[in-house]
Nanobody
Framework: QVQIVESGGGLVQVGGSLRLSCAAS????????IGWYRQAPGKQRELVAA???????NYADSVKGRFTISRHNAKDTAYLLMNSLKPEDTAVYYC????????WGQGTQVTVSS
């Protein structure tokens, strides 16, 4: 059984940075693709960053150049480093592992104040 716990969210000012963590049990991050999604109030959940098994990355256009997805295989932990945060980045952020599976954490709230 896969369990996922996201952490690292919080309140940050425009232009600030946060690093989100996704800790998992029951899954090996080294052999699975991983995704970070977000859902803002009144909007659908959207994929913001994905990391393939081989290490390739994909980002939503809205976060390219500002967000970086990574993982620590030995810890089965994934990260989302978010720089130059904007008010429109405000959302609950979720980790999905493996990517496109039904395995989700509870999410972590990110609020960017202007």
């Amino acid at each position: 059984q896969v369990q996922i716990v996201e952490s690292g969210g919080g309140l940050v000012q425009v232009g600030g940075s946060l690093r989100l963590s996704c800790a998992a049990s029951g899954i090996m991050f080294s052999i699975n693709a991983i995704g970070w999604y977000r859902q803002a109030p009144g909007k659908q959940r959207e994929l913001v960053a994905a990391l393939s098994r081989g290490g390739s990355t994909n980002y939503a256009d809205s976060v390219k150049g500002r967000f970086t997805i990574s993982r620590h295989n030995a810890k089965d932990t994934a990260y989302l480093l978010m720089n130059s945060l904007k008010p429109e980045d405000t959302a609950v952020y979720y980790c999905n592992a493996p990517l496109n599976s039904e395995n989700w954490g509870q999410g972590t709230q990110v609020t960017v104040s202007s």
